[in-house]
């Protein structure tokens, strides 16, 4: 006979995970709840956690004492032993060396910052700076700004390290954000998720759990937005995120948002692991969150549940009735069978992962999905991270803010407040936020408008700077020397598992010291949307390897600031990742075509030469082009012009319709003939088309 963790511990009166805790300190190894104990095991534990009497005191015997037997010990030799001393001294070297190392003072500067600034900062003379720079090859005058890398460089050479000084709103919502008085903290509902394959039932499960009928009103039964719903259950409540998959799961932790504690990987006994599926589990892992497996559809004939279970494992989801750590529960949504056993099951997690969060503080919470309605303005259904959020409550998420006018709970009632972990639908807000954006609550609303106005500046900034904050290749060695990058995260796509399997097996032996190497996502098939919104997720990059994005993806990617690059030789892979990581990547040299020229007429004119009488077919032909005279298809030269005339005036550019004289330097020129410009320019190497 057997017992399960939970229910020995219900039995003890007391909580799981404190169980947990009492089974390893006397070195009994149980991997969760879900565990099984035998009798023996069952019976050892309800003796030691009995109450234990005291026992009368008695005079202690002095101990006798024992003559320990003599053991010789054998001496290293004499090779050894140098070997071991020399060891030791290499050690106090390196220990001495790095006592000697000047400790580095911390400097708070904002970055860029001007010569003259930073001089005072550095409590020396604008000359001595613009000296040092001058020696590292810096060109600058006193008044220009300086980027991130050359300061870092300069400030380390005389004695400090750079720290960036928090703005004024990051020093705000870190207050904010805070949970305050511990005392204060309550347990809360676990947030699910519910994710998997299209059709393996997902909606359906809700469904039933939740005693309404959501798939019926959907189109064809698939969700097709985000809801959030409490669900009200004897032992407690569960709040669920019902998404239109994973990619919708991901847009939110694109945006910082984490809202999920436990997601349910939902799988169809019928069909087991589809490409969704893993795709789900790819997603649920880079957010690290707790992942139960509900095997759907349990009511259907001829199914085997181990072959899913060996799926499962074969994903790294091993059942905890094999020896692993997933909980996996068979349900049915169209009997109910199994629905209490996996209710029950997230309430346990949830007790492991002691979820607590402080009702008595302004509210800060996360959006799942916004609108605009045109009765009623601005809608955003929020979810309560922490605190209580009220009626009249100033309202800031992203780029807007506004004052709560009505608040709706999920059954369209409605409320005057809303504690953890309770979604609400608020009315009020000056414009629809991002899904995934961190809402807060602020008692000056002049300090909400004030970061909402410096908000929209920097988004300005950014649009108009088209910088990326993103990884890219070109970067990745900059990044690495100031300790940005960690982790190389990468999402990989294969035309066949073959390769893909060499390509990962290729990356993950490139992991350094400085930084790691992950494939946080590999799969056979073109690059879609949900690839792209992982590696944005995850500031990751994504490989292919014979094989395409599609249109979606390419668009997405470009909105998102995500590199894809493809590629057709597995070893121009890994040369090109070790390569930026070396800083050592080169870039692309592309040849724009700028215009074309036909040759009508050749001229012999002393001092300059052979000139080419050219009337412009398409394009413009600039002064400072690089030229290539095309005869016959074949490229017979090719460099920059030594003038462009009309007639005697000298032309910046001759343009499409006109005539010209173009001298090469070249002196075999041939009526008939073509001359291109083109322009050279480094480019990073982009997506292919």
Same mark, same amino acid.
């Given at each position: 006979m057997s017992i399960r963790v939970h229910q020995l511990a219900k039995e003890l009166g007391i909580t799981s995970k404190e169980l947990i805790d009492k089974l390893h300190s006397l070195k009994i190894d149980v991997k969760g709840h879900m565990s099984a104990l035998n009798d023996d095991t069952a019976f050892l534990v309800k003796e030691e956690l009995k109450p234990k009497k005291e026992k009368p005191k008695t005079k202690e015997k002095a101990p006798k004492k024992i003559k320990e037997p003599v053991v010789k010990v054998k001496e290293p030799k004499a090779e050894e032993k140098k070997a071991e001393e020399k060891k030791i001294e290499e050690e106090k070297i390196v220990e001495i060396k790095e006592e000697l190392k000047p400790e580095l003072k911390a400097l708070k500067i904002n970055l860029p910052i001007a010569v003259k600034e930073l001089a005072i900062k550095l409590e020396i003379k604008p000359a001595d700076l613009l000296k040092k720079l001058l020696d590292k090859k810096v060109l600058v005058t006193i008044n220009q700004a300086l980027d991130e890398e050359v300061a870092r460089l300069i400030c380390e050479e005389f004695g400090y390290s750079i720290e960036k000084p928090p703005s004024f709103e990051e020093s705000f919502l870190a207050e904010l954000d805070k949970a305050g008085d511990p005392k204060k903290l309550k347990l809360r509902a676990p947030i699910v998720t519910f994710m998997g394959h299209v059709d393996h039932g997902k909606t359906s499960l809700l469904d039933i759990i939740r005693k309404t009928k959501?798939?019926?009103?959907?189109?064809?039964?698939?969700?097709?937005?985000?809801?959030?719903?409490?669900?009200?259950?004897?032992?407690?409540?569960?709040?669920?995120? *019902?998404?239109?998959?994973?990619?919708?799961?991901?847009?939110?932790?694109?945006?910082?948002?984490?809202?999920?504690?436990?997601?349910?990987?939902?799988?169809?006994?019928?069909?087991?692991? =589809?490409?969704?599926?893993?795709?789900?589990?790819?997603?649920?892992r880079a957010a690290g969150v707790t992942i139960v497996v509900?095997?759907?559809?349990?009511? &259907?004939?001829?199914?085997?549940?181990?072959?899913? &279970? &060996?799926?499962?494992?074969?994903?790294?989801?091993?059942?905890?009735?094999?020896?692993?750590?997933?909980?996996?529960?068979?349900?049915?949504?169209?009997?109910?069978?199994?629905?209490?056993?996996?209710?029950?099951?997230?309430?346990?997690?949830?007790?492991?992962?002691?979820?607590?969060?402080?009702?008595?503080?302004?509210?800060?919470?996360?959006?799942?999905?916004?609108?605009?309605?045109?009765?009623?303005?601005?809608?955003?259904?929020?979810?309560?991270?922490?605190?209580?959020?009220?009626?009249?409550?100033?309202? =800031?998420?992203?780029?807007?803010?506004?004052?709560?006018?009505? =608040?709706? *709970? *999920?059954?369209?009632?409605?409320?005057?407040?809303?504690?953890?972990?309770?979604?609400?639908?608020?009315?009020?807000?000056?414009?629809?936020?991002?899904?995934?954006?961190?809402?807060?609550?602020?008692?000056?609303?002049?300090?909400?408008?004030?970061?909402?106005?410096?908000?929209?500046?920097?988004?300005?900034?950014?649009?108009?700077?088209?910088?990326?904050?993103?990884?890219?290749l070109e970067e990745l060695y900059n990044k690495i020397k100031v300790g940005e990058v960690k982790e190389l995260k990468i999402v990989i796509k294969a035309d066949v598992q073959g390769s893909l399997e060499a390509i990962k097996d290729s990356l993950e032996k490139l992991s350094t010291e400085e930084v790691k190497l992950s494939v946080i996502h590999g799969q056979v098939g073109d690059i879609n949307e949900s690839d792209v919104m992982l590696a944005s997720a995850s500031n990751a990059i994504i490989i292919g390897f014979h094989i395409n994005p599609t249109n979606e993806a390419k668009a997405l990617a470009k909105q998102e600031e995500v590199e894809i690059r493809i590629y057709s030789i597995i070893y121009e892979i890994v040369n090109e990742i070790q390569a930026a990581m070396e800083g050592m990547l080169e870039p692309v040299i592309e040849e724009v075509f700028l215009g074309r020229a036909e040759i009508r007429q050749v001229f012999n004119v002393s001092k300059i030469g052979v000139v080419a009488g050219c009337f412009i077919l398409k394009g413009r032909i600039p002064r400072d082009a690089i030229c290539k005279l095309i005869r016959e298809k074949e490229i017979v030269f090719k460099g920059k012009m030594s003038s462009l005339k009309h007639f005697k005036d000298d032309l910046k550019e001759a343009k499409e319709g006109f005539e010209c004289g173009i001298s090469l330097g070249f002196k075999d020129i041939q009526k008939g003939d073509l001359i291109e410009a083109v322009e050279i320019r480094k480019v990073a190497r982009r997506l292919n088309k």
């Open positions: 959501v798939a019926d009103k959907e189109a064809g039964g698939i969700t097709q937005h985000i809801g959030a719903y409490e669900v009200m259950l004897p032992k407690g409540s569960v709040t669920f995120l *019902d998404t239109p998959g994973h990619a919708a799961f991901t847009a939110m932790r694109a945006r910082g948002a984490n809202a999920t504690d436990i997601v349910v990987l939902v799988v169809a006994a019928d069909d087991g692991i =589809m490409p969704q599926t893993i795709e789900a589990i790819d997603h649920a509900a095997i759907n559809k349990i009511d &259907k004939q001829n199914i085997n549940l181990d072959k899913v &279970k &060996k799926q499962l494992a074969d994903h790294d989801l091993i059942p905890v009735e094999w020896g692993g750590k997933t909980i996996t529960v068979g349900v049915s949504a169209k009997t109910g069978q199994g629905i209490d056993s996996l209710l029950e099951m997230l309430l346990l997690e949830a007790e492991l992962l002691e979820l607590k969060a402080n009702p008595d503080k302004p509210a800060i919470g996360i959006v799942i999905e916004a609108e605009l309605s045109k009765g009623k303005g601005p809608i955003a259904t929020v979810l309560v991270s922490n605190g209580t959020l009220r009626i009249g409550d100033i309202v =800031m998420a992203g780029l807007n803010y506004g004052r709560i006018k009505a =608040m709706l *709970d *999920d059954k369209g009632r409605r409320v005057l407040e809303a504690g953890p972990a309770k979604p609400v639908e608020i009315l009020g807000l000056s414009g629809v936020p991002q899904a995934g954006e961190k809402f807060y609550v602020i008692a000056d609303e002049k300090k909400a408008r004030d970061i909402v106005a410096t908000r929209q500046m920097e988004a300005e900034r950014k649009k108009l700077a088209g910088k990326t904050s993103k990884v890219t």
